[in-house]
């Protein structure tokens, strides 16, 4: 039985989720949803990431203890998912005991491997990325973070080292032998180069704060961040035991900015641990930042985008849906992408009301069955129809597999694109009085292609996708393990047409709305 696991970062709860981070969750939700439709068993995974001292210090800021810190903010987190139509299966909070216990369980296979030893530690650190840098990675003069932009400090303490620079020959090797281990390509070379470059063992251990798991046998010290943030993607499967069918990843989604971590150090932990080659991670995909006003989305440079705030003031119907269809088909997969406002107003208006909607819209007053009619057969317009939809199905099933959510998308609305031409050319207000055995089937044909582009819109648009089914007279889509629904053929014709006419699903915004959505999400 094919299964699926696909993980996003755990975020840091210094921060509550914005546009920016959501992309990524999003993006895992509907590689998900797409494989559920595809017939395999998936697991979802996604959490929080709250040891460290970036917490640790945002929480003293606040006067409260990191623990109870953590719970408020992490809390945000698992809260927003579903309202932004998003469904994971498991949400992994780094502070649970069930983790805890992975995370050592997994140094404790390292140290016994040899891989752990206890040496002392000089560099600059960047509290923000919670991560080492050397003076020639910093910005100078000054040693700034080229993230953050603030200066990395200088930390010297006693630490437990991993004997990274033991595994530079087969991590090499591994990404010889798995071309696509880390995509995009070019992502790929850089993670080459920089393995090629030379590893130095890496610092996984602190002293000098407490907030996170402690090192088994040594309680002074606690795990470097990045060690415990990273085993969480195998710990979260160890309980219940069987979870242990979904390992290992299928794709790993994250931010170019953390790619190092997962295609450099957590093979290499995981190599450490005992674990084959093919039994490591199958994809790491990284991704562009979102940005906004033309600057990286973030909290420290204070440009954030509630998505929240954003799908209910598009729609309190279809916002969601909206937004997750304008983020994934305006901003090109892997690279930088800035949100506009425009950008949805357009799209909502052309792709969505003008191109998705209105097809709809547009069979309805001709859906009428008329008594005694008997449909003519098939003609040539609609073998064209059908080869379009099925190419559409084919084109977008193989950009999901790829992880190309913009491609995907661009060829589900290639294929709605030549359903409305399809439909200006069958043309059934003419074939009405010239041919009216035509218009059943014309009927027939474009409900067909809606039927199967309920399905192919589905993982973006999971409500859109019910509401259009509604509208045709079908229940939702649900998921069934080994049941591929993809429509690779094109649905069967029905021999009653059920339709039930509704609403539009994308009616026009006023001016007034336009006015409004334009001065609430336009940067200053
Ligand atoms: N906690 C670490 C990840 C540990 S995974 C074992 C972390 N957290 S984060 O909250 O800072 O970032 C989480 C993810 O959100 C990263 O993939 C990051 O790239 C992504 N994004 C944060 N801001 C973003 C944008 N403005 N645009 C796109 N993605 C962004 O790093």
């Known amino acids: 039985m094919a299964t699926f696991y696909v993980t996003t970062p755990i975020?840091?709860?210094?921060?509550?989720?914005?546009?920016?981070?959501?992309?990524?969750?999003?993006?895992?939700?509907?590689?998900?949803?797409?494989?559920?439709?595809?017939?395999?068993?998936?697991?979802?995974?996604?959490?929080?990431?709250?040891?460290?001292?970036?917490?640790?210090?945002?929480?003293?800021?606040?006067?409260?203890?990191?623990?109870?810190?953590?719970?408020?903010?992490?809390?945000?987190?698992?809260?927003?998912?579903?309202?932004?139509?998003?469904?994971?299966?498991?949400?992994?909070?780094?502070?649970?005991?069930?983790?805890?216990?992975?995370?050592?369980?997994?140094?404790?296979?390292?140290?016994?491997?040899g891989d752990i030893y206890l040496g002392h530690y000089t560099g600059l650190y960047c509290v923000g990325c919670e991560s080492y840098y050397t003076d020639k990675e910093l910005e100078q003069p000054g040693g700034?973070?080229?993230?953050?932009?603030?200066?990395?400090?200088?930390?010297?303490?006693?630490?437990?080292?991993?004997?990274?620079?033991?595994?530079?020959e087969r991590l090499t090797r591994f990404y010889e032998n798995n071309l696509r281990f880390v995509e995009p390509e070019s992502r790929m070379n850089e993670v080459k180069s920089f393995v090629a470059g030379g590893l130095e063992d890496l610092s996984v251990s602190r002293t000098t704060f407490n907030w996170g798991v402690p090192v088994p046998g040594d309680e002074r010290h606690v795990m470097y961040v990045w060690f415990d943030a990273l085993s969480n993607?195998?710990?979260?499967?160890?309980?219940?035991?069987?979870?242990?069918?979904?390992?290992?990843?299928?794709?790993?989604?994250?931010?170019?900015?953390?790619?190092?971590?997962?295609?450099?150090?957590?093979?290499?932990?995981?190599?450490?641990?005992?674990?084959?080659?093919?039994?490591l991670p199958r994809h790491v995909v990284a991704h562009g930042w979102l940005t906004y006003g033309g600057q990286k989305m973030s909290k420290t440079l204070r440009n954030t985008v509630s998505p929240v705030a954003l799908a209910e003031a598009v729609s309190p119907a279809v916002g969601v849906d909206t937004v997750r269809y304008c983020l994934l088909r305006s901003i090109s997969f892997g690279h930088d992408g800035d949100f506009s406002i425009d950008d949805v107003l357009a799209r909502y208006g052309a792709d969505l009301g003008n191109t998705l909607g209105n097809l709809l819209n547009r069979v309805h007053p001709f859906a009428v069955s008329e008594p005694?009619?008997?449909?003519?057969?098939?003609?040539?317009?609609?073998?064209?129809?059908?080869?379009?939809?099925?190419?559409?199905?084919?084109?977008?099933?193989?950009?999901?597999?790829?992880?190309s959510p913009t491609r995907a998308l661009e060829a589900t609305w290639v294929g709605l694109a030549q359903a409305n031409q399809y439909f200006d050319k069958a043309a059934p207000w003419a074939a009405k009085k010239s041919e009216p055995a035509r218009v059943p089937t014309i009927v027939s044909a474009v409900v067909r292609a809606l039927e199967a582009m309920s399905v192919l819109v589905c993982p973006v648009m999971p409500s859109v996708s019910a509401a259009m089914r509604a509208q045709l007279g079908l229940a939702p889509l649900g998921s069934a393990i080994g049941h591929d629904q993809w429509p690779l053929s094109l649905p069967a014709a029905r021999a009653e047409l059920a339709l039930v006419r509704g609403e539009p699903i994308f009616p026009r915004f006023s001016p007034e709305k336009v006015a409004e959505l334009r001065a609430a999400f336009t940067p200053h």
């Open 11 to 113: 975020y840091y709860i210094n921060d509550a989720p914005h546009l920016g981070s959501a992309y990524t969750t999003i993006v895992a939700d509907v590689l998900a949803r797409y494989r559920r439709l595809r017939g395999a068993d998936t697991f979802f995974l996604t959490g929080t990431d709250e040891h460290g001292l970036k917490i640790q210090r945002a929480a003293t800021e606040r006067g409260i203890e990191p623990q109870a810190f953590a719970d408020e903010v992490s809390e945000l987190f698992r809260q927003t998912w579903p309202k932004l139509g998003c469904a994971p299966d498991d949400f992994l909070r780094t502070s649970s005991a069930r983790h805890k216990r992975g995370a050592q369980a997994m140094w404790r296979r390292i140290e016994q491997a």
């Open 144 to 168: 700034i973070c080229p993230t953050h932009k603030k200066p990395a400090e200088l930390v010297k303490e006693e630490s437990y080292f991993f004997r990274l620079s033991q595994y530079q």
């Open 233 to 279: 993607y195998f710990t979260a499967l160890d309980e219940p035991a069987d979870n242990g069918k979904y390992w290992p990843p299928d794709v790993q989604l994250v931010g170019k900015d953390i790619l190092r971590f997962h295609a450099v150090y957590w093979p290499a932990f995981l190599m450490a641990a005992g674990f084959a080659d093919d039994e």
């Open 372 to 403: 005694g009619l008997t449909p003519a057969p098939d003609g040539p317009l609609e073998t064209a129809l059908f080869e379009a939809i099925v190419t559409a199905a084919r084109e977008a099933a193989e950009a999901w597999d790829h992880v």
